[in-house]
């Protein structure tokens, strides 16, 4: 099992930047693809982005692609995303989450979850 703790959120304005970092503990990091999702008051969770086990690949959804960077530190044991250009639809509680075998987009197949941390974007 890995456990995962988020931190970076906080209330920015339109146009600024934020930095959250997932880190975890508990089994061999680099065994897991990691993702973020985020859920905004009355929505479902919705993925925005993924990296690889290596690093090698990730993936964006179209909504934060061209504003956000997904890196990992399998030394560190961390994975950052960096968000820039943030809107206020980018308002929402992000989690990171863990997976063993094939990246998916779908929130149901991951079985290890952060906490989660609170991004608020002021227009």
């Known amino acids: 099992q890995v456990q995962l703790v988020e931190s970076g959120g906080g209330l920015v304005q339109a146009g600024g930047s934020l930095r959250l970092s997932c880190a975890a503990s508990g089994d061999t990091f680099s065994s897991y693809h990691m993702v973020w999702f985020r859920q905004a008051p009355g929505k479902d969770r919705e993925f925005v982005s993924g990296?690889?086990?290596?690093?090698?690949?990730?993936s964006y959804a179209d909504s934060v692609k061209g504003r956000s960077t997904i890196s990992r530190d399998n030394a560190k044991n961390t994975v950052i995303l960096q968000m820039n250009s943030l809107k206020s639809e980018d308002t929402a509680v992000y989690y990171c989450?863990?997976?063993?075998?094939?990246?998916?987009?779908?929130?149901?197949?991951?079985?290890?979850w952060g906490q989660g941390t609170q991004v608020t974007v002021s227009s």
């Open positions: 990296i690889s086990m290596s690093g090698v690949s990730t």
């Open positions: 989450a863990a997976r063993r075998w094939e990246m998916r987009t779908s929130a149901q197949s991951y079985p290890y």
